[in-house]
């Protein structure tokens, strides 16, 4: 998963170049792809994509993507716009939440976790939904009549 991560983040900053490449970017496209996989129930197939990268007898055409490539720039047009969205609120400002001396750590306040986890799906992918609504596996509940 780490390559489309990468690939993502790409996307991300050619989309918005003066964005800055740090944890708090990482932290923001880790959520996006986590919810939108959540959202269209793809989750399970991180799994076998990890396994078809590790068998070197498949091939890269025949992946299985738990994002597919339609997504993916989509997805950084989403992470482009929650990042903007939390730190226009913070006033462009991230509040720093804990300093560390000797391992020189700063960690900033939860301002994406908190946007993350009160957004709703429609809310988070207003501008993508009609694409991911695409995207959607079904859930299949066997009948135990």
Do not use: H
Request: glycine share 4%.
């Amino acid at each position: 998963m780490e390559d489309i991560t990468d690939l993502i983040k790409t996307y991300v900053l050619i989309i918005d170049p003066t964005l800055t490449d740090d944890d708090f970017l990482d932290f923001c496209i880790g959520d996006v792809i986590d919810r939108a996989l959540a959202y269209t129930n793809r989750e399970q197939l991180v799994a076998q994509y990890e396994e078809d990268i590790l068998d070197t007898s498949v091939k890269s055409e025949d992946y299985v993507l738990p994002i597919p490539r339609p997504l993916q720039r989509a997805l950084a047009r989403t992470v482009v716009g929650v990042y903007k969205t939390v730190f226009e609120s913070i006033d462009g400002d991230r509040a720093v939440n804990a300093i560390e001396d000797n391992g020189q750590k700063v960690s900033y306040a939860n301002e994406v976790a908190s946007f993350m986890a009160t957004s709703s799906d429609t809310q988070l992918f207003s501008g993508i939904k009609d694409i991911l609504d695409k995207f959607i596996i079904p859930t299949i509940v066997e009948n135990t009549y």
